[in-house]
């Protein structure tokens, strides 16, 4: 389904990716893990078109997005639910929601598609004319999921979405992701917390400084020597 | 009591006007981060419409003002275009430097095209003021108020209810974001120029045909906005709002206990009063537009 190669991505002079590679199958849930700085964030900007790549190829359902704007590449069904989740601070809950179907015009699909989340996250219905700024940390990752899921996305990208939440929202959090590939969504997950990440997942890709060193199922992972001992403490 | 009363709805009727001039230039720099220099040329170009079109040209006084608002968007749209839309990711410096050759640029336009010579315009009103008890106020006036507001209900509407507004006040917010929910950031910024540019010019055909046009008429509506501005805490659209009519009441305040010299010094102390003891305006809530 997405299929990079030798993906290149730099900040002015300083390379963070360098000749990454994955392949990412329809209906899988795959991680990406790694140290600070290993350049997980960077790809996943580099795939949702956010951060043009300098070198390589992404290719989507047959498509080459490499040089695609964002508009683009989230048209053909990526979407990007960003590090720190990054709702809009002084619109509303239901404009956040709304400008996740900002590329959508089927009206009767975006009533249905929020009286779903609604129901499915009634928090978010309670406050939905609440500035999203106001929310708990939770409930603010659950509308940038919500606001992700409101493109009708094929493939979501999530962002470090555990970081900074409490412990039984983090659950929570991995809940609603493995949820939401049962509903046939794929997924591509960046994540700080690698435990979790690789129970989680189909397969995992170990990345440091820049490029892959390391991948193979979640469970593989977990078992591997190397990764047990820099990324699970132990 | 009554001379009182007479400035205070001095001040109602012309801050309106203000209240369109500061809420352009909140909108520009709260959306595009760009200072924007040119927002007086702008005003002028309004009045200057205004006299092209009834005094040359003839149109009904109610099609020019619509026209001017619309020619004032349409130069705000080029004016992007063709040179902001290339200054994307510059510095502050930079920007504001082209900014200012524009707004010269502009000016010597307008004075080369229309003379230095002051223009006046015609208007449809009747010569009787209306008069309401001790008080009395023109209607040429009565109109630009309520057409000021008007216009202001118009552009709040279009930033809270509509499409378009959301996405402009998403770009604010974040840009980044709004651009990964397929925002175009570029249109964002050409339609917010146009926007604010258009209600420049929708004050300066209000105004112009209340007093009259000339080429340097920008310089002093410019530093007003600005004043507005700084007053109502940036990209707050009902600071603006409330932003205009202060520095209305001030002028007409200052001019009338004061003396007429002192109308035009009232923004320039406000800003330094507003500076020292509350810097971030009057009505900020940190960042933010709506």
């Known amino acids: 389904m997405l299929s990079v190669s030798s993906l290149e991505c730099r900040y002015g002079k300083v390379a963070a990716v360098r000749g990454l590679s994955l392949e990412v199958n329809k209906g899988e849930l795959v991680s990406l893990i790694g140290a600070n700085g290993a350049g997980k964030t960077t790809t996943l900007k580099a795939i949702s078109g956010v951060l043009p790549p300098a070198g390589g190829r992404v290719i989507f359902e047959g498509e080459d997005i490499t040089h695609a704007s964002a508009r683009r590449i989230l048209q053909l069904g990526i979407a990007h639910c960003p590090e720190g989740r990054r709702v809009f601070p002084y619109m509303t809950v239901r404009e956040n929601l709304e400008m996740g179907c900002f590329l959508r015009h089927d009206k009767p699909g975006i009533a249905a598609d929020l009286k779903r989340l609604f129901e499915r996250f009634p928090i978010l219905d309670e406050r939905r004319h609440q500035a999203a700024g106001t929310l708990s940390g939770g409930e603010q990752q659950m509308l940038a999921i919500s606001r992700a899921l409101m493109s009708r996305p094929k493939l979501v990208l999530f962002d470090e979405p555990s970081l900074g939440l409490a412990p039984n929202i983090v659950e929570k959090t991995f809940d609603i992701i493995k949820q939401i590939r049962s509903e046939g969504v794929t997924v591509v997950m960046v994540e700080q917390n690698a435990l979790a990440a690789l129970e989680l997942s189909d397969r995992a890709y170990v990345m440091e400084q820049g490029s892959v060193t390391l991948s193979g199922s979640g469970r593989q992972l977990l078992d591997d020597p190397q990764v047990q001992k820099v990324y699970l403490g132990g | ?290």
């Open chain 2, 1 to 290: 009591m009554d001379q009182f009363l007479q400035h205070l709805l001095n001040a109602l009727m012309l801050g309106g006007t203000y209240a369109l001039l500061g809420i352009g230039l909140t909108l520009i720099f709260g959306i595009m981060r760009v200072v924007n220099f040119t927002h007086g040329e702008l005003y002028a170009f309004g009045a200057y419409m205004m006299y092209a079109l009834v005094m040359r040209t003839g149109v009904n006084f109610f099609v020019a003002l619509v026209l001017a608002i619309a020619l004032g968007a349409l130069l705000g749209a080029a004016l992007e275009f063709v040179l902001l839309r290339r200054l994307r990711g510059a510095d502050i410096d930079t920007t504001m430097l082209v900014m200012i050759g524009a707004w010269i640029a502009l000016q010597n336009t307008e004075q080369l095209v229309w003379t230095g010579v002051a223009k006046s315009i015609d208007n449809p009103f009747p010569a009787a003021p209306l008069v309401i008890g001790a008080v009395s106020v023109g209607w040429n006036r009565v109109f630009v108020f309520v057409v000021a507001l008007l216009l202001i209900g118009i552009t709040y509407f279009l930033i809270q209810k509509t499409k378009l507004g959301k996405a402009m006040r998403a770009t604010f917010q974040d840009r980044d974001t709004a651009a990964l929910m397929g925002v175009q950031i570029g249109s964002i910024h050409t339609a917010t120029f146009a926007l604010g540019s258009a209600l420049a010019a929708a004050a300066g055909a209000l105004l112009g045909p209340v007093f009259v046009a000339y080429p340097s008429m920008g310089d002093m509506a410019a530093a007003k906005a600005f004043a507005i501005v700084i007053l109502g805490g940036l990209g707050s659209i009902p600071g603006a709002t409330l932003g205009g009519f202060i520095l209305a009441l001030a002028e007409e305040l200052g001019a009338g206990y004061i003396s007429s010299g002192y109308r035009d010094a009232m923004s320039f102390l406000l800003i330094i009063a507003i500076l020292v003891f509350k810097p971030t305006g009057l009505f900020a809530q940190k960042e933010r537009i709506g």
